[in-house]
Nanobody, 115 residues
Framework: QVQLVESGGGLVQAGGSLRLSCAASGSISGINAMGWYRQGPGNQRELVATITTGGDTNYRDSVKGRFTISRDNAKNTVYLQMNSLKPEDTAVYYC?????????WGKGTLVTVSS
């Protein structure tokens, strides 16, 4: 059993910053990729950023240069630093952890960016 606990969401004005965290606990031997997805109002869930065990990262185009994903393997934690936030970044952000062959999801944390 794997538990993912997200934190760091909230309300911020456009141009502001937030840092999301997701800590994994339980049977977490052998974590592979970790990542963040989001689902805005009326939208499908979409990839925001991923990071491999080795530190290789991947971002959706709309967040490149503004968001930074990182991980602490010793703490089994993945972070998402979000800068220069825009109203279109408003969404529920979900943590995603791959422990082959299973993918685990957090319950989500709400990020609201006001204009």
């Amino acid at each position: 059993q794997v538990q993912l606990v997200e934190s760091g969401g909230g309300l911020v004005q456009a141009g502001g910053s937030l840092r999301l965290s997701c800590a994994a606990s339980g049977s977490i031997s052998g974590i592979n990729a970790m990542g963040w997805y989001r689902q805005g109002p009326g939208n499908q869930r979409e990839l925001v950023a991923t990071i491999t065990t080795g530190g290789d990262t991947n971002y959706r185009d709309s967040v490149k240069g503004r968001f930074t994903i990182s991980r602490d393997n010793a703490k089994n934690t993945v972070y998402l630093q979000m800068n220069s936030l825009k109203p279109e970044d408003t969404a529920v952000y979900y943590c995603n952890v791959q422990i082959s062959p299973t993918i685990y999801w957090g319950k989500g944390t709400l990020v609201t960016v006001s204009s």
